[in-house]
């Protein structure tokens, strides 16, 4: 099966940045994505790495190294509107995607 | 239009009654899936669908049953309500890439509360 560990929570302020860690073990890794979710809303997708490296999307990049089994989201210039929780998740072959715990991001003023 | 929708978006339900979520998608994809987060926890999965004729149950099965009536709709059911069922359930489609990549896009979500 598959598993994933990231941080519960992680408070910074507006403007500052967030590393969010993602440890993952699994069999037959495709690739790490990211969602977001804010309260009450629904997850949605921020970013896939399927190769070793950095991938950036505006203000948020996501990192993959497949040797460490390990990934990060970064946020920069924190925004008030960042305030979510961030899930990491494997995907794997033949097998849907796992869900890590989520992340919650609290930005303070 | 939203690509996902579910109905209800709220239901409160009484112990051991039997309730239906309904789940409905206009992005023609093959994969469907049923969540359920409780409060400050992640995703679990209850029930996934490759395809109309394939069913899966997922982490937390006991007390759900699903129906894929067809591509586009997935229907989850919890035959005798309990308290402990109380949580958001979201449902989601996804599309399978080349390379494996699964980009999963999920409903509203529906917010359950069993009495």
């Known amino acids: 099966g598959q598993s994933l560990e990231q941080p519960s929570e992680v408070t910074a302020v507006e403007g500052a940045i967030v590393q969010i860690n993602c440890t993952y073990q699994?069999?037959?890794?495709?690739?790490l994505s990211w969602y977001q979710q804010h309260d009450g809303g629904a997850p949605t997708f921020l970013s896939y790495?399927?190769?070793?490296g950095l991938e950036e999307t505006g203000r948020f990049s996501s990192f993959l190294s497949r040797s460490d089994s390990y990934g990060y989201l970064l946020l920069q210039e924190l925004q008030m509107k960042d305030s979510a929780s961030y899930f990491c998740?494997?995907?794997?072959?033949?097998?849907?995607?796992?869900f890590g715990g989520g992340t919650r991001v609290l930005v303070k003023p | 239009d939203a690509d996902v929708t579910q109905t209800p978006r709220n239901r409160i339900t009484k112990t051991g009654k039997r309730i239906m979520l309904e789940c409905s998608q206009t992005k023609g994809h093959d994969r469907m899936y049923w969540y359920r987060q409780d409060p400050g926890l992640g995703l679990r999965l209850i029930y996934y669908s490759f395809d109309v004729k394939d069913i899966n149950k997922g982490e937390i099965s006991d007390g759900y049953s699903v129906s894929r009536q067809a591509q586009a709709k997935f229907s989850l059911s919890l035959e005798s309500a309990i308290p402990n069922q109380t949580a958001l359930y979201f449902c989601a489609t996804s599309d399978l890439l080349a390379g494996g990549q699964e980009t999963q896009y999920f409903g509203p979500g529906t917010r359950l509360l069993v009495l």
């Open positions: 998740a494997v995907g794997a072959a033949g097998n849907k995607l796992t």
């Open positions: 790495n399927a190769l070793d």
């Open positions: 699994t069999s037959g890794f495709y690739g």
